[in-house]
């Protein structure tokens, strides 16, 4: 069975930062390219970073380029996204994704991140 737990989401002052990860298990995790979405409140689920299942050519969304951070250990099956200079606009419920070429094929149940003005 496919898992993907989120943690390490809160509430924070802009500026700040925070650091989510996301324990998979239930698959072959170093065959997995991985990533991040999110949802704002009352918007469409976004795309934020994605990581290719060797760790390299990490992909951001224009919005978080140079703020946000994605990282993956394979030893440990976990995947990162450091979020620094947090800004009210990157409040959302943030998921983690697994896919290959074809797309995405597993989601996360979510963490929630609220950044305040």
């Known amino acids: 069975q496919v898992r993907l737990v989120e943690s390490g989401g809160g509430s924070v002052q802009a500026g700040g930062s925070l650091r989510l990860s996301c324990a998979a298990s239930?698959?072959?995790?170093?065959?997995?390219?991985m990533g991040w979405h999110r949802q704002p409140p009352g918007k469409e689920r976004e795309f934020v970073a994605r990581?290719?299942?060797?760790?390299?050519?990490?992909d951001y969304a224009d919005s978080v380029k140079g703020r946000f951070a994605i990282s993956r250990d394979n030893a440990k099956n976990v995947v990162y996204l450091q979020m620094n200079n947090l800004k009210p606009e990157d409040t959302a419920m943030y998921y983690c994704?697994?896919?290959?070429?074809?797309?995405?094929?597993?989601w996360g149940q979510g963490t929630q991140v609220a950044v305040s003005s």
């Open positions: 990581i290719t299942w060797y760790g390299d050519s990490p």
């Open positions: 994704t697994a896919g290959r070429a074809a797309g995405i094929g597993h």
């Open positions: 239930g698959f072959t995790f170093n065959t997995y390219n």
